[in-house]
């Protein structure tokens, strides 16, 4: 009984721990620790993973591939640097690989016909509508497709999790001048779809660069 | 920073094209949050300001606890792994050391053979005991192999050495073999 408070209590305690101080605990082996940062990071990294592989289920594999690369690596973890960091370049570089193998390709590709069938099916007016009704998430979802591994990444961190391109930089172990070129070219290319997609939404743009 | 709505549509094209500085994007993506005529003026000008909000995807408590279940699996799986592997591991690097320092202690000994002239390779008596494979007063023929010299402590009790000296004026060879060494 003891014991079982002992551990609760000690989960209690990690969950309030910034994530670097996390990091170190779990450095040392403690487990609380790093179930607790686990916990604490798994929407963050399935939520980026989800946005650049395209789908739920590889997103979370994803996840626990991040989190087992995370653990095995935690004694090369520098604690000057942000924990968030070294997480999203791990996260982001398996998200990345996952979206390059055959099996992603694959479904992107069934993902791909579907579409083509679905928009097949609509009016140009009912088209626009329903882009217009999409949430943002899926109108990504179904317009990211054409973009690289990087250049998706790079828009989904800078746009979507709001980070500096100077973070995006070392997330992608590339200068910034690179993020920047990946984020031109990723709306460049995210407008093009759009207006392929959805006219009716594209058609409302004022400027287009 | 705090921007008006004026303000905020006079940057959407800068926003574009990163061409804002930090605070000033912030600013503009915060108002963008809670304005909503400013929203929809900002995706009728650029439609990926509808990226801008999107925030982070809903991931529920079940799917984190999936993530947390398979992550456990996951580091028992390689802890388990890493204990079948790791004495064979851990001796493989002892093997490599061993041989590593016996070729070293070949090479730089006192009487090492690699130091002197191959000509007197056999007929040396210096060095202390235990330096030398061949004992002093038992020269090794020339070709012949002498197993198990063991006058040296450096090496394991049941080490057993091996020294070919094919002649004068051939290099000398020797063979240190640890036993207790599993490779």
Known sequence: MELVYSAERSRQEARELPDRELAVQARTGDMLAFEALVLRKTPAVVSVARRIVGNAEDARDVAQMAFLRVWEQLSRYDETYSFNTWLYRIATNLAIDFLRSSRSRERAHTATL????????????????????????????????????????A??????????????????????????????????????????????????????? | MTLSCGEVRDRFE????????????????????SCEPCREEASASDPLFLF???????????ETAGVLASVRTGIAFKSAERRLQGPTA??????????????????????????????????????????SFVPASNPVPAGAILPKAGVTKKYPADATIYDLSPGAGEPRVVWIVDRSLDI
């Open chain 1, 114 to 153: 579907h579409l083509v069938r679905m928009r097949e099916e609509l009016t140009g007016s009912e088209t626009s509508r329903s882009a217009e009704d999409d949430s943002a998430s899926r109108l990504f979802d179904r317009v990211a497709g054409r973009l690289t591994g990087k250049q998706k990444a």
């Open chain 2, 14 to 33: 800068a926003y574009g094209a990163e061409a804002l500085a930090a605070g000033e994007r912030l600013a503009v993506r915060e108002h963008l949050r």
């Open chain 2, 90 to 131: 851990r001796r493989r690097a002892g093997a490599l050391l061993s041989a590593a320092a016996a070729v070293a202690l070949t090479l730089l000994a006192p009487g090492a053979p690699a130091r002197r002239a191959p000509t007197d390779a056999l007929a040396t008596k210096s060095g202390p005991a235990g330096r």
């Open chain 1, 155 to 209: 828009f989904v961190l800078r746009e979507m999790e709001d980070l500096d391109t100077s973070e995006i930089a070392v997330i992608l172990a590339c200068g910034e001048s690179t993020v920047r070129n990946h984020l031109f070219n990723a709306r460049k290319i995210l407008r093009r779809e759009i207006e392929r997609v959805a006219p009716g939404l594209a058609g409302r743009s004022v400027k287009k660069p």
């Open chain 2, 52 to 62: 801008a909000g999107a925030g982070a995807l809903p991931v529920s408590e079940n």
